[in-house]
Nanobody, 115 residues
Framework: QVQLVESGGGLVQAGGSLRLSCAAS????????LGWYRQAPGKQRESVAN???????NYADSVKGRFTISRDNAKSMVYLQMNNLQFEDTAVYYC?????????WGQGTQVTVSS
């Protein structure tokens, strides 16, 4: 029911920045929580950041101070601004939406940080 499409991934040098975007097919005002997850090769998928409908944010300890999650209700978009990227940030990044008791996932976008 909810479709999510990520964009903005790419190749960047350590210390650089990227902004990921996620477009939702429904008004994000109908979504309880929007978040970003990532999965590196050989590792479990982990939560990076999330934001609630009223704007409460949470971040993984590994990205605090470097990443910022935000949303644009009018555009039905959620963003992840990533600064001071490190090699360890290399992963496929997924957008997630929680709506009621349902969870929806995007296809993912690759972020590669050169070292």
């Amino acid at each position: 029911q909810v479709q999510l499409v990520e964009s903005g991934g790419g190749l960047v040098q350590a210390g650089g920045s990227l902004r990921l975007s996620c477009a939702a097919s429904v008004s994000i005002l109908s979504i309880n929580t929007l978040g970003w997850y990532r999965q590196a090769p050989g590792k479990q998928r982990e939560s990076v950041a999330n934001i609630t409908r009223i704007g409460i944010t949470n971040y993984a300890d590994s990205v605090k101070g470097r990443f910022t999650i935000s949303r644009d209700n009018a555009k039905s978009m959620v963003y992840l601004q990533m600064n001071n990227l490190q090699f360890e940030d290399t992963a496929v990044y997924y957008c997630q939406a929680q709506r009621g008791s349902m969870y929806y996932w995007g296809q993912g976008t690759q972020v590669t940080v050169s070292s």
